[in-house]
């Protein structure tokens, strides 16, 4: 298991293990500090190449738009390796932006990592 | 809001149901402003799954006018002010920009970026009404406390 080095604050720990890279976020997602999440979320992908991404998403209280366009462009790099993105342990508030936006059908939504990590 | 902290906000309340924000146009203000909006809906009685969404809908409106009237520049005025008028919230954005009122898009779709928060202003509030001003935009919002809940 290799541990990776996120720059973002929002970013809390992220370790890969084979072609699965798992990451805790940690903090509320806007405009200010989305740019610095996407940073990290594209630098993993290209890194690590994995098949597999989860996003714990625990202690996320809150994310905004823009937050998800950087979820989606995140989806959008990973297809292309072949992978998929999970998000697990979703607040509420954030559960129901991604239902509006109605991405709760394109990621992988599981309740807890060790779900994503089997599936 | 004067000084050089680009995410201070200047919070005001003319009255009991009411507040006033002055704010700058820096991304860093929106984090502020939800707990100031935070404290302000749960006075009015909203739950918390109802306020989640008015504080969604009040930021994207604000980042909308961060992105978009303002063209990205982060030193620019906003002032938000909002009123508890007992069977709804009322909250009015007013800013200095282009005067531009977003287009609402069609159909949402969820692969590709931008128009969710236009999404948001149709789905969470009950009236939007954008008035263009002779030099920027006031944008209004009211949510009727009965909607959704």
């Known amino acids: 298991m290799t541990d990776l080095k996120p720059t973002s604050d929002l970013v809390s720990s992220a370790r890969q293990d084979g072609t699965v890279v798992i990451a805790a976020i940690r903090g509320e997602i806007d405009l200010h500090n989305s740019p610095g999440l996407r940073t990290d979320l594209l630098d993993m992908i290209t890194k690590a190449s994995p098949k597999k991404l989860v996003l714990n998403l625990g202690d996320v209280p809150y994310m905004d738009s823009s937050a998800i366009a950087v979820l989606v462009e995140s989806l959008q790099r990973i297809r292309k390796l072949g992978g998929k993105i999970f998000l697990t342990n979703l607040q509420p508030r954030v559960k129901g932006l991604l239902e509006i936006a109605r991405l709760d059908a394109i990621f992988g939504v599981t309740a807890t990592e060790a779900e994503a990590i089997a599936k | ?149």
């Open chain 2, 1 to 149: 809001m004067t000084g050089t902290n680009p995410s201070s906000i200047e919070v005001t309340h003319p009255a009991p149901n009411r507040m006033h924000m002055k704010m700058l146009s820096h991304p860093a203000t929106l984090a502020p402003m939800r707990v100031a909006f935070e404290a302000f809906t749960e006075r009015a009685g909203f739950n918390h799954a109802d306020r989640g969404q008015i504080i969604l809908v009040v930021n994207e409106a604000l980042a909308n006018v961060m992105r978009h009237a303002y063209n990205g520049a982060t030193d620019k005025p906003i002032e938000l002010s909002a009123e508890d008028t007992g069977d709804s919230i009322r909250i009015d954005i007013r800013d200095w920009g282009n005067g531009k009122a977003p287009q609402p898009s069609h159909k949402h779709d969820p692969e590709t970026p931008g128009g969710l928060g236009m999404v948001c202003l149709k789905q969470f509030m009950t009236q939007i009404t954008f008035k263009p001003e002779r030099d920027g935009m006031t944008l209004t919002m009211i949510r009727n406390k009965r909607e959704m809940q």
